[in-house]
Structures are given as C-alpha cells and as structure tokens.
C-alpha cells in the first residue's frame, strides 16, 4: 500500500552525515557573550524606540 514503515531501521544519520562531510568546524551553539550581545541590542533598540515615541524625555 504504498510507504512501509520498518521500525528496524537501523540507518544512523549522525553517522552519515559525519562520514559524507566530515565534522563541522565550529559548533551550531551560539557562544555565550553573543547572546549578551544581542541581548543589549534589543534593549536599546527598544529603548531608543520607547524615546522617540515621547514616553521618556531626558531633558
């Protein structure tokens, strides 16, 4: 009937990706100090927004 579904399967992705490409050179986690980062680019984005709409006026 079509797709057969065999949870015998005993194809390792991981594997082959790994043997196909090779390792990644760097990892796919995003390094601590760059989430701070944009962590403070968001703030003062929005800050800088919340000013020019007139809400806070430092004069």
């Not at 990706?17 to 100090?33: A, C």
Request: avoid cysteine.
């Amino acid at each position: 009937m079509g797709y057969d579904d065999d949870d015998d399967d005993d194809f390792d992705y991981e594997d082959f990706v790994e043997r196909e490409f090779g390792r990644p050179r760097r990892s796919k986690d995003v390094p601590g100090h760059w989430q701070v980062v944009a962590m403070l680019l968001l703030v003062a984005f929005v800050f800088t927004l919340w000013a020019s709409m007139g809400f806070w006026t430092p004069f």
